[in-house]
């Protein structure tokens, strides 16, 4: 595998580490100005002590891109200026909204409603981010539409995992609607569910995920870890379809600057050590979750 | 509207150029502000928290406690802040990604792995671990939270310090091929410079530890904490402000050995001279190329510079207008920088005498000046990066790429948009929302659970002991 292509991978697969992890964090923040204080002690408990982990997945991702892709970056960041200040100053607003809310006594409510109406704006963020990352060359509002209601499911179903605040029936509507726009999706880009061994296995796994879980839900609510590797089980699958679609487009958009670059050893050399890194940095916060999970009390520094 | 040299010369959008560097000037300039905060009060924090684990001493907890609460805050200000120098690096500097991504995009990935995901992670463990982890494991993480916050200023200081001395890469067809990277990583300003940045950071969190130690004794509340507190940032500006001045002079001979332009700027020096004197103040003239007025000591700036008496100063002049940087904003930052530099190790031997006459709390004079002096560290680091960064222009790569060359062809209203919309936001939540939040800290000081200890400094001896 060349450097560039074993750069790409890792900035995918960083990428989509963000948009779950932070998906859901999203998601439990939209809600947790419309939840009881219970719920929202349950929330902040669960999403502050990795808070910093999930925006350090971005702040990688585009340092990644800015390194590898120099001149995608560059043409990325200049034709969507406006886009990137507004989500820049949406990123802003929101770790602001939770640092203020933690310290806030007075205006407490101001700024759980700040943060619940910006991470509200930054999903929609995510959703045009992935729009244009998947499709550069050109932009169609059915892909939009269809990346929208993928999103949305998704994190609706991440966020529904931890407070379980649908009934049976609407999370059996949830699950096929996450079902059905998956596979929307992956027929508007053209890929075949059975086209390639690897994929199409993953794929079959994903929805046989899908099956167990849905016929869990209308017996008991499923445990929540159960839950939550279905759900990233899913996502990556589809991040693999997704990645197929990627990589000619970069490759092909910066292929001159990155000979140079290919050519030097190091960066082979730094890219083998972000594989081996990424796993350990993986398991320090499944550490880190399994340490905070007998939590109960609102938490505080 | 604009008469700098630089841009007539140039002969392009000169209120985009200057638009993009002010818009990128002030985003940085409140960014490093939080890193440097961070870099200190992790140090700190280290330090408290290895004295609680070997004395045990309750105050020592306690100061760990308050401490961590600040560097949370500040620590999420630094992300978020952060976030905006990537992206400007896109939307402002595309050119500057594309010539330059191939040698600093590869530090900054380094950065992120090394060091983000480091301390993002032990940062959850620190901040929220307090009675969930044991001591030794909670030690452990800030400790490596501290690592991390180091080891970022170190990636960022190599990656600045590149784009100041740049080699171990060869510049063709409008890209930077690296042919070494352990020479761009440690090219030579980098380990003078890093070291310069993380005592700065040092010092300037050190005043802010005073000011609140300070402003705790002349309130008569948590005395004993204050006093504590307070003799710790005296013990280390007393190593730390010394030192810098030192380093700072290390410093000052790698910019006259490579940069002699800057050199020149910082000593308000037009002429090339041997036994050059030092201008104390001066009123400078980049129209007329020269000083209208000055106060100068014969032969200090050679002395200081190339440590002999009649040492050679390159002049402004060698270099035509479109080469000049503003000198007038880097010969009166540096003297900014230095005189607070002064005041700082000036305080610091007054505070010792006191201490050493044993008089420390009593002298209320000087605790009002340590309250009104905290932010003089941060105003002289930040008028330090002033002089650095604005002393390289017009170069972004000192001697090979300028910067009106890799500034974004984006729309005029664009950018003064984004300009407009990051004052206000930048504004309201970093000056407005984390001042008040950290004032407030200040305010309520460190939790003690028993109204009658606030108050008595004898009974919080015994019941931090």
Known sequence: MSSPTLTIYILICTLLIYLIQDGRTLMLCVFSAFNTKQNRVNIFNDILPSWDANQTWLVFTIAGLYGGFPIYFGELM?????????????????????????????????????LSMSSLMILACHIFLC????????????QLFVIAAFILWFNLTQADCFLFFLNYYSRLILAPGLFLTTTILLNLFDISVWQGNLTSLIFLFGVAFLIIFLTLSIFSYPPRWFSKTMLYYLFASNGFFIIQKLIPDLIMLDYDGLTSVTKNTSYLVINTFSIFLLPLIALGLAKMKMVFSNNYDEISY | MYSDPIIKHVGISMTLLLLSRLQFALTISFHIIFPAFSIGLATYLVVIEGMWLKTGHKVYYRTARYFSKILALTFGMGIISGLAMAFQMGTNWAGFSKIVGPVLGVLFTLESLTAFFVEATFLGFMLFGWHLVSKRLHFFSTIMVCFGVTLSAFWIMAANSWMHTPSGVVYENGHFIVKNWLLVVFNPSTLPRFT????????????????????????????????????????????FAPLQIIIG?????????????????????????????????????????????????????????????????????????????????????????????????????IGLYYWL???????????RLLVICAPSGFIALLTGWFTSEVGRQPWVVYGLV????????VSLKQVINGFVVIIITYGLIFGVGYLSFFFKMIKKGPVIKSRKLINNPIQQEKHYV
């Open chain 1, 131 to 142: 729009t244009l990352l998947i499709s550069p060359s050109y932009f169609s509002l059915d």
């Open chain 2, 357 to 367: 006459k044993d008089s420390l709390t009593s002298q209320y004079w000087y605790h």
């Open chain 1, 78 to 114: 200049t034709q969507h200026y406006s886009f990137f200040l507004v989500l820049l100053l949406l990123l802003i607003l929101r770790g602001a909204s939770i640092e203020f809310y933690i310290k806030s006594t007075k205006f407490k409510y101001l700024w759980l409603f700040s």
């Open chain 2, 402 to 409: 300028k910067t009106h060359d890799v500034v974004s062809q």
């Open chain 2, 196 to 239: 310069h940045m993380i005592i700065a950071s040092y010092i300037a969190t050190l005043m802010i530890i005073a000011m609140i130690s300070a402003f705790n004794i002349l309130r008569k509340r948590f005395q004993y904490f204050a006093l504590k507190n307070l003799k710790l940032a005296l013990i280390f500006l007393t190593i």
């Open chain 2, 249 to 349: 002079d290390l410093v000052g001979l790698k910019i006259h050995h490579y940069q002699p332009v800057k050199t020149a700027a910082i000593e308000g020096l037009w002429e090339t001279k041997n036994g050059a004197p030092l201008v104390l103040f001066a009123n400078i003239s980049q129209h007329e190329r020269k000083n209208t007025y000055s106060v100068e000591i014969p032969k200090l700036a050679s002395l200081i510079n190339t440590h002999h008496l009649n040492g050679e100063l390159k002049g402004l002049n060698i270099v035509p207008n479109s080469e000049l940087p503003r000198v007038s904003v880097v010969f009166y930052s540096f003297r900014v920088m230095v005189g607070l530099g002064f005041l700082i190790v000036m305080l610091t031997f």
